[in-house]
């Protein structure tokens, strides 16, 4: 009930396309939902995140839609560039007590020029 | 901006050897983190850090594992024995205060033990 499930695990689009990266989880209990980046070699950046009280939230190309019913939210990247090309991690965080994230298995994106 | 740094970036080690990962979280941050990721796979939670003392800690996070916060910045994650199995990226985070959930996180420790 812990895990957070994320597809696809490897993503290829094309410049200037959408991105879309999905997560499912089970623990209703989750409070907060971020979406990290992470280039070879360096550590997670945060991206972008959400509330469950909020159906979409964007920021500049990146866009998460969150579906409180179905348990699902996915990541959305407009005009995707070759400088996106990275590992995106979703996580949920029960958002009290130690407010650590359960991540998900991560997605490898590759933008091709 | 304020980030998370961590020493050493890399650190190789003999099995059995104890090895002492160093973390200087943001400077007001309250709530610390170590994660971990093994080549390839998910970024795994290992143990929460707040008010001088561990708030929560995984299943992976066993009696060979400690942590520390020595003074008023630095924040250390001890491995005692280490094993072929420790080998992995150690990531440190930090986050603000109680309602503030992002987690900050630093450029990682690739860990190989041999």
């Known amino acids: 009930q812990q895990q957070v499930k994320q597809s696809p695990q490897s993503l290829i689009v094309q410049k200037g396309g959408i991105s879309i990266i999905n997560c499912a989880y089970e623990?209703?209990?989750?409070?907060?939902f971020p979406w990290y980046q992470q280039f070879p070699g360096k550590g997670p950046a945060l991206l972008i995140a959400?509330?469950?009280?909020?159906s979409e939230k964007k920021e500049g190309r990146f866009t998460i839609s969150f579906n409180k019913s179905a348990k699902q939210f996915s990541l959305h990247i407009m005009d995707s560039q070759p400088g996106d090309s990275a590992t995106y991690f979703c996580?949920?965080?029960?958002?009290?007590?130690?407010?650590?994230?359960?991540f998900g298995t991560g997605t490898r994106l590759k933008v091709l020029a | 901006e304020p980030e998370v740094t961590q020493t050493p970036s890399h650190q190789v080690t003999q099995m059995g050897q104890e090895v002492i990962l160093r973390c200087v979280p943001i400077?007001?941050?309250?709530?610390f983190y170590w994660y971990r990721q093994i080549l390839g796979q998910k970024v795994e939670f290992l143990v929460s850090?707040?008010?001088?003392?561990?708030?929560?800690k995984s299943e992976i996070f066993d009696d060979q594992f400690s942590v520390e916060r020595p003074d008023g910045s630095n924040f250390t994650l001890k491995i005692r024995s280490t094993k072929l199995e420790d080998s992995a990226m150690y990531f440190c985070?930090?986050?603000?205060?109680?309602?503030?959930?992002?987690?900050?996180f630093g450029p990682g420790t690739r860990l190989l033990v041999l």
């Open positions: 850090f707040y008010n001088n003392e561990i708030s929560e």
């Open positions: 959400i509330r469950p009280d909020v």
């Open positions: 996580a949920a965080s029960l958002g009290s007590g130690t407010y650590k994230y359960i």
């Open positions: 623990n209703t209990a989750f409070d907060y």
């Open positions: 985070a930090s986050s603000g205060r109680t309602g503030e959930w992002t987690q900050y």
């Open positions: 400077s007001n941050h309250l709530y």
